[in-house]
Nanobody, 122 residues
Framework: QVQLVESGGGLVQAGGSLRLSCAASGRTFTRYVMGWFRQAPGKEREFVAAINWSGSSTLYVDSVKGRFTISRDNAKNTVYLEMNSLKPEDTAVYCC???????????????WGQGTQVTVSS
């Protein structure tokens, strides 16, 4: 079992940057693939990015490639999402998730955080 708590959301102007953090409880953080997802009002949840246990491999949805960077600090049990060149269409609740099985995938995650709101104004 792992508990996830996100932070770092807020209101930012288009073109700005935010850094989201997701702190995980437990001593087995390195066993999990970590992912970020987002859900905008009236839309389905969307995969954003994922990172393997060592941080050596990442996966992104096309719409954020070149603008967002996922990373992790296993010593701090924390995964990050650095978001640059933000656009109004990035507005959503962003959640982190943990997956017990290996493999960078866009679904089938086991544990979820509550989320943090990101609002990008035009």
């Amino acid at each position: 079992q792992v508990q996830l708590v996100e932070s770092g959301g807020g209101l930012v102007q288009a073109g700005g940057s935010l850094r989201l953090s997701c702190a995980a409880s437990g001593r087995t953080f390195t066993r999990y693939v970590m992912g970020w997802f987002r859900q905008a009002p009236g839309k389905e949840r969307e995969f954003v990015a994922a990172i393997n246990w060592s941080g050596s491999s990442t996966l992104y949805v096309d719409s954020v490639k070149g603008r967002f960077t996922i990373s992790r600090d296993n010593a701090k049990n924390t995964v990050y999402l650095e978001m640059n060149s933000l656009k109004p269409e990035d507005t959503a609740v962003y959640c982190c998730a943990a997956r017990r099985s290996n493999g960078l995938v866009t679904s089938d995650y086991d544990y979820w955080g509550q989320g943090t709101q990101v609002t990008v104004s035009s």
